[in-house]
């Protein structure tokens, strides 16, 4: 599959600060405090490796505009950002990659644990990462839930924490809540259940989403709504519950129930978009891009809670020096506000929220956080109009979504197994 | 020192692309195979001597016997996709190029018709498989067009996710890979054949029985290898037009990778690289390459 491509932060388009890394540094002090122009002289070039979600020219532009410093995206996919990180440790200087991953990027001994002393906000990070709790209320820990891979004993070392240390596996960048993906004016009824993915009457315009690691747990959250099956713990099963959850996906596959699959973002926009599909597994940026397009498309809340997943910064083992330097900064800057709002106002959960709050308009941050009507009209990030005044955000505030939270994405134990039966369930 | 010189010289000449093979072929096929047979964990591989990952792959095939297993119906289904698109395009490609070798009688329009054929090459793999849905889809040209003229009540799903819509795909990608050995093969036959058994009084039938085919012959040889090889190794195009739902030992292979499981993913690939190699040399027992062309 060719889709690695490495983009240039969007820096070109800003002529302003071609070539006038002074006038960045100069920008930067002037425009926020803290931040000292110490790039001004070289601009330090930092290879940045993640998935295309957590990617944004407009994040690359202003953190060249404070920091100096040049943010140079490494886009591949999901499962490629593993893969780089196992085989080609050297490839970047920051990686941007989900908790769920850590069982095996860990052991590898290709990260450097990041030092929480010289994270500024440290102590500011989202309950719902570092504790798997929201104000004082524990939320679904099943799966690789983050707050259970966040700490390793020492810089180096190869095992977790169990308490909280100094040494930090990933900083977190986003987090979010994944429900299913409907379309409300195609099926002209509340949706409230997992359980609904299967119901025959969305024969042949269901779908589901062929990443392994994670249309197994969008699977058990169904097969534990439909009753057929009861998991220990849905992020860590047994052969016999892999099992049972394949038998029930054959099954459906084998009447008919589905449309299709997808493995990229853009893929399940087209399916919904064209209305091929009318429920599916979804991302939240997905849904977005559907209404933008003038579609109705809700990411629907339902009574058994979400599939919840959370991604976040690591340093490869190798970097130091000027650049280790420069990764702390970019971190540092990347939790003070302005990327924190950015990433909200695209329906994703900032690291630091009180930052976030800080940089966000009052009425944005109801919308988006606290589950209040739109004030006024919501844009998107390109500009477009989003939602109306007066709309609600699907599913509620904050603490409603993640609070709801049934599990995490996760490397279960049976890893290999579940590959296998998946690989049986696609060609079945 | 002269005749030393033109002695060594073709092995010279062919030195550089020796090399390439060598490096960019060769010496990672040998890997693969090498990796087939060892052991790895989540973040490891470790070198090893074991067939478990051969025994994975074919876990429970001969158990499971009348049932088949996973691989062995991803295999029956990629071979059955392979045959369909097989014939297809043979018999495509073989009309077009006669079509262009007798019946268009101006040099400048045959080369013109023939690039002609490689359109759908113009824009990459992607987009063009995008591109199936607004006209195949449930909502697409075609269905609207059928509903809209009164054929039919309601949209037709087979179009679109279908085993219909990969073959579709892959005869309309592969069908170039046909015409160009086949077109190059019958250029060369000398028309005074063609005319000899015409005045001998064979019928059209006859002629490109008894003449045309088995002139064309290695041409039809190179072209299957072509067709076969890509189709048998293809996820993509099986992937994106079958919706995902159609399984294919290179999609077998890439969700291994995905997975860290590079020993059983390259287990896989050697199986997959013998049944084409069987496949190939076949196809050589009926055909000599070399001596033909």
């Given amino acids: 599959m060719d889709d690695k491509n490495n983009t240039k932060g969007g820096i070109s388009r800003r002529t302003l600060l071609k070539g006038s890394a002074i006038t960045a540094g100069f920008l930067g002090t002037t425009a926020v405090t803290g931040f000292p122009a110490v790039h001004a002289d070289e601009p330090i070039t930092l290879r940045y490796l993640s998935t295309a979600t957590n990617q944004s020219p407009a994040i690359a532009a202003k953190a060249k505009e404070v920091t100096g410093i040049n943010i140079e995206y490494v886009t591949v996919t999901t499962d490629d950002v593993t893969k780089r990180i196992i085989t080609q440790p050297d490839s970047f200087d920051l990686v941007d990659t989900e908790y769920f991953a850590l069982r095996n990027l860990i052991p590898s001994g290709n990260f450097q644990a990041i030092d929480a002393n010289k994270v500024k906000l440290v102590d500011k990070l989202a309950t719902a990462i570092t504790k798997g709790e929201i104000d004082g209320k524990k939320i679904g820990d099943q799966g690789t839930a983050p707050h259970k891979v966040l700490y390793l004993e020492k810089q180096r070392g190869k095992e977790f924490a169990k308490e909280q240390t100094e040494w930090i596996t990933l900083i977190p960048t986003t987090y979010n809540a994944d429900t299913l993906g409907i379309r409300p004016d195609l099926i002209k009824r509340p949706i409230e259940s997992w359980s609904e993915l299967l119901n025959p009457e969305f024969k042949g315009k269901a779908s589901i989403l062929n990443i392994p690691s994670i249309g197994i747990m969008d699977a058990a959250m169904v097969n534990e709504a439909m009753g057929v099956v009861k998991y220990g713990d849905k992020g860590n099963m047994t052969k016999e519950e892999i099992d049972k959850t394949i038998a029930t996906l054959i099954e459906a596959k084998k009447a008919g129930q589905f449309r299709a699959f997808w493995s990229d973002f853009n893929e399940s926009v087209n399916l919904m978009a064209s209305g091929e599909t009318v429920v599916q597994s979804m991302w939240s940026p997905a849904v977005t891009a559907v209404r933008l397009k003038g579609i109705p498309c809700t990411f629907q809340p339902l009574k058994e809670g979400y599939r919840a997943w959370a991604s976040g910064f690591g340093l490869p083992r190798t970097l130091k020096g000027k650049k280790l330097d420069a990764a702390y900064e970019f971190i540092n800057w990347f939790l003070d506000g302005w990327a924190g709002a950015h990433l909200n106002r695209q329906g994703y959960y900032a690291a630091v929220l009180d930052t976030a709050q800080q940089s966000m308009e009052p009425y944005e941050w109801a919308f988006w956080m606290e589950g209040k009507p739109a004030e006024k009209d919501i844009l998107g990030p390109d500009g477009g109009l989003l939602e109306k005044a007066g709309t609600v955000r699907d599913g509620g505030s904050y603490n409603t979504r993640m609070g709801a939270v049934a599990c995490w994405n996760s490397i279960m134990d049976e890893n290999a197994y579940m590959i296998q039966k998946w690989n049986e369930f696609i060609a079945a | ?293």
């Fill in chain 2, 1 to 293: 020192m002269l005749e030393m010189k033109s002695r060594w010289a073709p092995y010279w000449q062919a030195a550089p692309l020796a090399i390439v093979f060598l490096i960019f072929f060769v010496l990672p096929l040998l890997v693969t195979v090498a990796v087939s047979f060892w052991t790895y964990t989540g973040y490891s591989i470790e070198p090893a001597f074991v067939g478990d990952n051969y025994a994975t792959a074919f876990d429970k095939c001969f158990s499971s016997l009348p049932e088949l297993c996973t691989t062995f119906r991803t295999y029956l289904s990629t071979l059955k996709f392979c045959l369909m698109v097989w014939l297809i395009t043979l018999v495509l490609g073989f009309t077009i190029a006669y079509f262009l070798v007798f019946e268009v009688k101006s040099n400048n329009a045959r080369l013109i018709l023939a690039l002609i054929t490689t359109i759908p090459f113009w824009t990459s793999n992607v987009i063009r498989m995008i591109s199936w849905i607004p006209l195949l889809g449930r909502n697409g040209l075609v269905n609207q067009s059928l509903m809209s003229a009164g054929i039919i009540a309601e949209p037709i799903d087979w179009l679109l996710y279908s085993d219909f819509s990969v073959v579709l795909a892959l005869v309309h990608l592969n069908t170039v890979f046909m015409i160009v050995p086949i077109l190059n093969s019958m250029s060369r036959i000398d028309k005074s054949l063609v005319e000899a058994a015409y005045d001998t009084g064979a019928s059209g039938w006859q002629t490109l029985w008894n003449v045309i085919i088995p002139l064309s012959k290695t041409g039809i040889a190179i072209g299957s290898i072509f067709v076969i090889t890509v189709v048998m190794g293809d996820f993509i195009s099986i992937g994106i037009m079958g919706g995902q739902q159609i399984a294919s030992a290179g999609k077998v292979i890439e969700a291994q990778i995905n997975a860290l499981q590079f020993p059983i993913a390259a287990a896989n690939a050697v199986v997959l690289l013998v049944i084409v190699l069987m496949i190939i040399w076949t196809l050589l027992r009926f055909v000599d390459i070399r001596k033909e062309l």
